[in-house]
Nanobody
Framework: QGQLVESGGGSVKAGGSLTLSCVRSGFTYKSWCVSWIRQSPGQEREGVAMLSVAGRDTFYGNSVKGRFTISQDDSGNVVYLQMTSLKPEDTAMYYC??????????????????????WGQGTQVTVSP
């Protein structure tokens, strides 16, 4: 089974920007879905952005649409989450997670964190007022 490693979290003031990175290694399947999922203490996990690596389709949660952008590098092994116009309510631990496309359509992933079978360790994002 493969591994995901996130980086890029930090502390910013409201209105600022951050870019998270997720490096994928050791996976054997070629077509896969990857998502950034966040969780704050006492809150449920929330899928914020989803990418179909094969088709490059993207999906976003309503709370981040227009502010966050998910993308990948040319190799498909690094996935980014560019976050702009950050708000205090974006404060959370951000996880990168993935599953192979043959299991479920990528568009289902945002609403179903249980679909994901490999998770990174997370990177903390803190937005101050």
């Amino acid at each position: 089974q493969g591994q995901l490693v996130e980086s890029g979290g930090g502390s910013v003031k409201a209105g600022g920007s951050l870019t998270l990175s997720c490096v994928r290694s050791g996976f054997t399947y070629k077509s896969w879905c990857v998502s950034w999922i966040r969780q704050s203490p006492g809150q449920e996990r929330e899928g914020v952005a989803m990418l179909s690596v094969a088709g490059r389709d993207t999906f976003y949660g309503n709370s981040v649409k227009g502010r966050f952008t998910i993308s990948q590098d040319d190799s498909g092994n690094v996935v980014y989450l560019q976050m702009t116009s950050l708000k205090p309510e974006d404060t959370a631990m951000y996880y990168c997670a993935t599953y192979p496309l043959w299991k479920y359509p990528c568009r289902e992933g945002l609403a179903n964190p249980g679909h994901f079978d490999v998770w990174g360790q997370g990177t903390q994002v803190t937005v101050s007022p």
